[in-house]
Nanobody, 123 residues
Framework: QVQLVESGGGLVQAGGSLRLSCAAS????????MGWFRQAPGKEREFVAG????????NYEDSVKGRFTISRDNAKNTVYLQMNSLKPEDTAVYYC????????????????WGQGTQVTVSS
């Protein structure tokens, strides 16, 4: 069992930056691939970024490439999402998730989810 708690969301102007953190409980955190997803009002949850347990495999959704960076610190049981050059269309609730399988863009392959943190980007 892995419990995930996101933090770092907030209100930022377009062009600004935020860093999201996801703290995980459990001693097996390092065995999980981690992903970030987001869900805007009226839209389906979508993949944002993912990283394998070793950090060797990283994947980004096309619209965030070059702006967002996923990283993890297995010693701290934490995964991060650095978001730069934010746009109003990045406004959403952001969720972190853990997968015992592999890095995937499909939310159904993730076993554990956090409660989410709101990111609002004003124009």
């Amino acid at each position: 069992q892995v419990q995930l708690v996101e933090s770092g969301g907030g209100l930022v102007q377009a062009g600004g930056s935020l860093r999201l953190s996801c703290a995980a409980s459990g001693r097996t955190f390092s065995r999980y691939a981690m992903g970030w997803f987001r869900q805007a009002p009226g839209k389906e949850r979508e993949f944002v970024a993912g990283m394998s347990w070793s950090g060797g495999n990283i994947n980004y959704e096309d619209s965030v490439k070059g702006r967002f960076t996923i990283s993890r610190d297995n010693a701290k049981n934490t995964v991060y999402l650095q978001m730069n050059s934010l746009k109003p269309e990045d406004t959403a609730v952001y969720y972190c998730a853990a997968s015992s399988h592999y890095v995937s863009t499909y939310s159904r392959l993730y076993d554990f989810w956090g409660q989410g943190t709101q990111v609002t980007v004003s124009s």
